[in-house]
C-alpha cells in the first residue's frame, strides 16, 4: 500500500502543479506546497495523541485541495451563487479520511489532511486575494 499511496501523491501534486501554477505562480505553489507540509506536521502534533513524529506529503497535498476549495467558495460567494459544490467536495474529503482511516484500522494521519486544508484555506481567503489584487493593480 505504501507504493500506491506515493503514486497517488505524485500524481495528485503533478495534476495540482499544472492547474495552481496558472493560478497562483510556480513560486508561490512551492511556498504553499511547503507551508502546508509545515500545517500537517503542526496539525498532527497538536491534535494526535501519537508522540512520534508524522513524515509524509498528504498535509501539503490537502493544503493544495484546500486552496482550491477555498477559491471555489470565494467565487461561489462573489457571482451569488451556491455553495454545494464545494460543501460537496469537502463532504467527499471527509468521507475518504474516514474510509482510509477505517481500511487502515487507523493509521491514517487525518489530523495532518486537516492541519494542511486550513493552511490551504487561509491562503485562499488572504493571501491569493492579495496576490489577484496585485496582478490587476501592479
Keep these: 500500500m505504501r507504493i500506491s499511496c506515493i503514486s497517488w501523491s505524485i500524481w495528485l501534486a503533478w495534476q495540482a502543479l499544472e492547474k495552481l501554477s496558472s493560478m497562483i505562480g510556480q513560486r508561490r505553489f512551492l511556498a504553499l506546497y511547503l507551508m502546508s507540509a509545515i500545517g500537517g506536521g503542526a496539525g498532527f502534533a497538536l491534535i494526535s495523541d501519537i508522540d512520534a513524529p508524522m513524515v509524509g ?25 451556491t455553495l454545494l459544490p464545494a460543501i460537496r467536495t469537502i463532504g467527499v474529503l471527509i468521507l475518504l479520511n474516514v474510509v ?27 493571501a491569493l486575494g492579495q496576490s489577484e489584487h496585485r496582478a490587476k493593480h501592479p
Design 100 to 126: 482510509l482511516w477505517w481500511a487502515t484500522a487507523g493509521h491514517l494521519a487525518w489530523q495532518a489532511h486537516l492541519g494542511g486544508a486550513i493552511v490551504g484555506l487561509v491562503w485562499a481567503f488572504f
Design 57 to 81: 506529503a498528504s498535509g501539503a497535498l490537502f493544503g493544495l485541495l484546500g486552496l482550491l476549495i477555498g477559491h471555489e467558495i470565494k467565487n461561489a460567494v462573489a457571482q451569488k451563487s
